[in-house]
Every structure is written in C-alpha cells, then in structure tokens.
C-alpha cells in the first residue's frame, strides 16, 4: 500500500486557487493517482452546521476563536483519516477575525494532518480585486489592492511558520491570467508525482 502525500494548499480569496486545485486533480487522475481533496472551511462548516446551528459557510468567521479551533481539529482529524495516494487540503493560512488575524493551520491543526509539503497560490494584487469584484457567489467583505497586498503578506508570514513546525517544503506558485495549467502542472511537480510517479 501506498503511503499518502498530504499537501496543504492556500491562498487568499481570489487568486484561482479552487479552479487550479480542479486542475491538479485532473491531471492526478490522468496518471491514474488516487486523490481526494478537502476544502478545510467545507469541512468546517459541515460540523458547524450540525453543533453550532450555523446556516452560511462566511458565517465561520464570525465565531469565536475558541469555536473556530475546535472546529478546526474536528475537520483535520476527519481529513487525517484519509489513505488516497495524495490528499489535498485546499484552505486558508489565516481567518480575519474580530480579534485580529487567526491561523488557518494552527499546531495542533498541523500536529493532526501531518502534511508533507505546502503550497501558496499567489497572483497580482490587481488581479486578485478584479477577481474578487466579479465573484458574485460569496458574500465577500470589498477591499482595498493594500489590503490584498497586507493578506498576501500574512499568508506568507503564516506558511511559512508552519513549514517550520513541520519540517516540509513550501511552494509559491503564481496564477497568472491565462495560466492554470502551467500553475497545476508546478504543484504536481511539487507533490512528487511526476512522470508518473
């Protein structure tokens, strides 16, 4: 049996991280690569919806922080049970809270999932308010091209810490216009599966 690659993916709302993902597991699947794939706040919000009474997925963000980390270790000990050859674990490195910046990926988040390699999905700042501004299927909070900048530098700040608590490689791949493919076949390298492998 083959030991799972655990690879957590991140980026801030708005850089294509969703469609790219899409896109690694297609190809994943054209070599013939179990692969499963969690979307960290989905997870989140399944357990939410059954122990908090919480009806909308941005509604996370608005719990307390003592709510958001049990939350969180429910969702990782959920993933963590997972044996495909790859697992995927599409999240954020931070939540905006009242209280300030929240780690997506705390250590007791990190200590469960065991993740052998991190990924960052960045692009423009201008990009990423044109994507925001068009995105019309979340109920996102308007920002300024300074804050995106701001987010992209906590996310960084964020991974990585957290590479340095698990001792596993990052990753920054650039989604720019027009190139998902060249993004997806970058992670795909950057799991080890390629050539088949």
């Given at each position: 049996m083959v030991e799972s690659k655990r690879v957590i993916i991140v980026g801030i709302p708005g850089v294509g991280k969703t469609t790219i993902v899409s896109k690694v597991v297609d190809i994943l699947k054209?070599?013939?690569i179990s692969v499963s794939v969690f979307i960290f706040g989905t997870v989140m919000f399944d357990e939410a919806k059954k122990t908090k009474g919480i009806q909308s997925r941005d509604d996370l963000r608005k719990l307390t922080v003592r709510e958001q980390k049990d939350l969180q270790s429910m969702a990782a000990k959920k993933i963590a049970s997972i044996t495909d050859e790859a697992v995927i674990v599409d999240t954020h490195a931070f939540i905006s809270t009242k209280e300030g910046f929240y780690p997506g990926l705390p250590h007791n988040v990190l200590e469960i999932l065991m993740p052998d390699s991190f990924i960052m999905i960045t692009a423009r700042p201008e990009e990423i308010y044109n994507r925001r501004m068009k995105d019309s299927t979340r109920n996102r909070d308007i920002v300024s091209i300074d804050a995106i900048k701001k987010e992209l530098d906590v996310t960084s700040a964020m991974l990585s810490t957290c590479s340095i608590l698990c001792g596993s490689p990052i990753?920054?791949?650039l989604n720019t216009e027009g190139k998902i493919d060249e993004a997806a076949k970058g992670i795909v390298s950057a799991m080890g599966?390629?050539?088949?492998?």
């Amino acid at each position: 049996m083959v030991e799972s690659k655990r690879v957590i993916i991140v980026g801030i709302p708005g850089v294509g991280k969703t469609t790219i993902v899409s896109k690694v597991v297609d190809i994943l699947k054209e070599k013939k690569i179990s692969v499963s794939v969690f979307i960290f706040g989905t997870v989140m919000f399944d357990e939410a919806k059954k122990t908090k009474g919480i009806q909308s997925r941005d509604d996370l963000r608005k719990l307390t922080v003592r709510e958001q980390k049990d939350l969180q270790s429910m969702a990782a000990k959920k993933i963590a049970s997972i044996t495909d050859e790859a697992v995927i674990v599409d999240t954020h490195a931070f939540i905006s809270t009242k209280e300030g910046f929240y780690p997506g990926l705390p250590h007791n988040v990190l200590e469960i999932l065991m993740p052998d390699s991190f990924i960052m999905i960045t692009a423009r700042p201008e990009e990423i308010y044109n994507r925001r501004m068009k995105d019309s299927t979340r109920n996102r909070d308007i920002v300024s091209i300074d804050a995106i900048k701001k987010e992209l530098d906590v996310t960084s700040a964020m991974l990585s810490t957290c590479s340095i608590l698990c001792g596993s490689p990052i990753k920054m791949v650039l989604n720019t216009e027009g190139k998902i493919d060249e993004a997806a076949k970058g992670i795909v390298s950057a799991m080890g599966f390629n050539n088949g492998t």
